[in-house]
């Protein structure tokens, strides 16, 4: 692997290399100033044979580099390439899809404020990530009340000659019904703007000004609106933890460890004020401290979230000043990596730090009660082996039509995403579900080979006669000792849940309340919710091109142009001849014949 011969052709250039395994996946990618030195050092190891690195290095059977002209390149490129492998031994910082955002759209005509899942280039401006949903909830609750903006889908205003519902309750000025001047709503937009980026003293003085001067052009219920906004506001502002009085932007990072595990916590202040935090639980990770820490920054930002003018250490980090030139280039000016030594600065970092440790009770707290309903799993079950992870599969259909089987997987009383997995029932046809549990346990035992590693218990959500299925493919199989099976069902609708076990004639029976059944039933209905979110984009998705599929002269190529340039059916339904014939591939014959065939008299 890193044999003399190998070491001799690599260069003493910057760049990044990439560890592999015998399969070819990539366990590690890491950046070096010279390539040579680095991957040399490898072979100079010291320590236990049960070291991280070591562990690492017994499966790694092939290397490969990248040159890159300049250490900041390499830098950039090794960021990308951990995004795009998630290698097992860098840091993966997984909580970015999960953590929602607030849109204001302000290249619309009329902006509107709204929560996002995730960042597109489409020239919004988004606010975030949330840690906490209910406080993203809360903040979009706060701005609609005091900043009422237009809540009704599309980019574009539809006139109307009444205000809807919303207008009557004050949560909408009505700019459909032209209640609102143009210029007064995108100074309103504005205001948004500067409350989501912190800007919560400028923003109290511009209101203030508002107010003074709508009271001068005695436009007494004008200055009554702002006046509440005022009032509102300071309420806001009051509960809001002031940590600097010299003002200024600045992301905080905590750092705390207990054995191989590491917690990283991100608090963002903004005009001197607390403005969110974010956590990171980083389990089992490989490197030291310094290294750690700078993968975490290196992931945290990118073009799309870039830093602030100062970010606050609670050490120095590797690559410090090269990333810190990395930074300035994101953000367009200058960001300082500084380690924060005294004064307000050092309490912001011993503020972080317990944050960061606190992380480590809460886990702590969570082994414990998982330590105690894992073996009243075992008890109430009567199961021989462990009930560290459990699957679920459930089937998902109308009439037989569109069947998916869904599969969930929870570990130590979590969702494991790594093991959901959906199957298209292929072999079935007709409302079978007997034949549609066959197909996908077999699909999941015989025909996933990704899936590697078996639960300790496999879950039906059914009764016996689903149990039966399950138990018939698992010894058809051979792996009856392996896996302990269940079936959990409400067989009547004035019935609690029953659990079925192979070999019992009986079900078990566990009060509503008991959390053993509390547990099987949320990992049941993630499941159920799982497949039943597929099985609705599979159907929308053959209603969608069945009906396009009806219209002459419109094949695979010129349906995909059409949604893509038009959007959704019903926007193709809607769409003039002039705006069909607009798009790549459609002339104004085949224009015609669309048209005409969603307005039919």
Not at 76 to 103: F, G, M, Q, T, W
Not at 112 to 125: E, N, P, V, W
Request: aromatic share 6%.
């Amino acid at each position: 692997m890193l044999s003399p011969e190998f070491l001799s052709s690599v260069p003493h250039s910057p760049g990044v290399y990439l560890m592999l395994d015998k399969s070819s996946t990539v366990l590690y990618v890491g950046k070096a100033k010279a390539l040579a030195k680095r991957l040399v050092s490898y072979t100079r190891l010291k320590g236990p044979a049960h070291s991280k690195t070591a562990v690492m290095l017994s499966q790694v059977k092939k290397v490969d580099f990248l040159i890159t002209n300049t250490e900041k390149e390499a830098l950039i490129l090794e960021a990308s390439l951990i995004k795009r492998h998630k290698p097992k031994y860098n840091v993966i910082l997984r909580d970015d899809k999960s953590y929602p955002l607030i849109k204001v759209t302000i290249q619309e005509q009329w902006p509107r404020l709204m929560m996002s899942r995730r960042k597109r280039k489409d020239g919004a401006r988004y606010f975030g990530p949330y840690a906490s949903s209910s406080a993203m909830w809360s903040t979009l609750k706060l701005l609609r009340r005091l900043f009422p903006l237009r809540q009704c889908k599309g980019a574009e205003l539809k006139a109307r000659k009444r205000p809807c519902l919303n207008h009557q309750m004050n949560r909408c000025l009505a700019p459909c019904a032209g209640k609102i001047e143009h210029h007064r709503y995108m100074a309103m937009v504005d205001k948004v703007v500067m409350f989501l980026e912190g800007r919560n003293k400028s923003l109290r003085n511009d209101l203030h000004r508002a107010m003074q001067e709508a009271a001068e052009r005695c436009a007494f219920e004008e200055a009554a609106v702002v006046r509440d906004q005022i009032n509102a506001l300071n309420k806001t502002l009051e509960k809001q933890i002031v940590v600097s009085q010299t003002g200024g932007d600045r992301d905080v990072y905590g750092f705390a460890r207990s054995g191989a595990s590491v917690s990283v916590t991100l608090i963002y202040v903004r005009e001197g004020i607390i403005n969110g935090t974010r956590r990171f639980f980083l389990k089992d990770t490989y490197g030291d401290d310094p290294v750690i820490l700078s993968q975490v920054i290196k992931q945290v930002y990118d073009a799309k979230v870039p830093p602030p003018p100062m970010i606050l250490l609670p050490f120095a980090i590797d690559d410090q000043q090269l990333l810190q030139e990395h930074l300035s280039d994101l953000s367009g000016r200058k960001a300082s990596l500084s380690v924060a030594r005294r004064g307000d600065r050092r309490h912001l970092i011993t503020m972080a730090n317990t944050n960061a440790r606190q992380l480590f009770d809460e886990q702590d707290k969570k082994t414990a009660s998982w330590k105690m309903l894992s073996e009243s799993l075992q008890k109430k079950l009567r199961l021989d082996g462990r009930a560290e992870t459990i699957e679920c599969v459930d089937i998902s259909n109308i009439s037989g039509t569109d069947a998916v089987g869904s599969l969930v997987r929870f570990s130590g009383g979590e969702p494991d995403k790594s093991g959901y997995r959906h199957y298209r029932i292929t072999s079935v046809r007709g409302p079978d579900d007997y034949a549609m549990m066959a197909e996908t346990i077999r699909k999941r035992f015989d025909k996933s080979p990704e899936l590697t590693v078996l639960p300790d218990i496999f879950m039906v959500d059914g009764g016996k006669g689903q149990l039966a299925v399950a138990e018939a493919i698992i010894k058809e199989l051979g792996l009856e000792n392996q896996i302990s099976l269940l079936g959990i069902a409400k067989e009547r609708a004035d019935e609690g849940e029953k659990i079925y076990r192979p070999g019992r004639k009986n079900p078990i029976i566990l009060p509503g309340h008991n959390p053993v059944l509390l547990y099987l039933m949320r990992v049941r209905d993630e499941a159920h919710r799982f497949g039943i979110t597929f099985h609705r984009s599979l159907r929308k998705k053959r209603s969608l091109t069945s009906t396009l599929d009806q219209i002459p002269g419109v094949g695979a190529e010129r349906k995909k142009r059409l949604l893509k340039s038009i959007g959704s059916l019903k926007k193709i339904s809607r769409a003039s001849i002039a705006e069909l014939q607009e798009v790549e591939g459609i002339g104004e014959e085949l224009a015609r014949q669309i048209h005409s065939f969603f307005n039919q008299p």
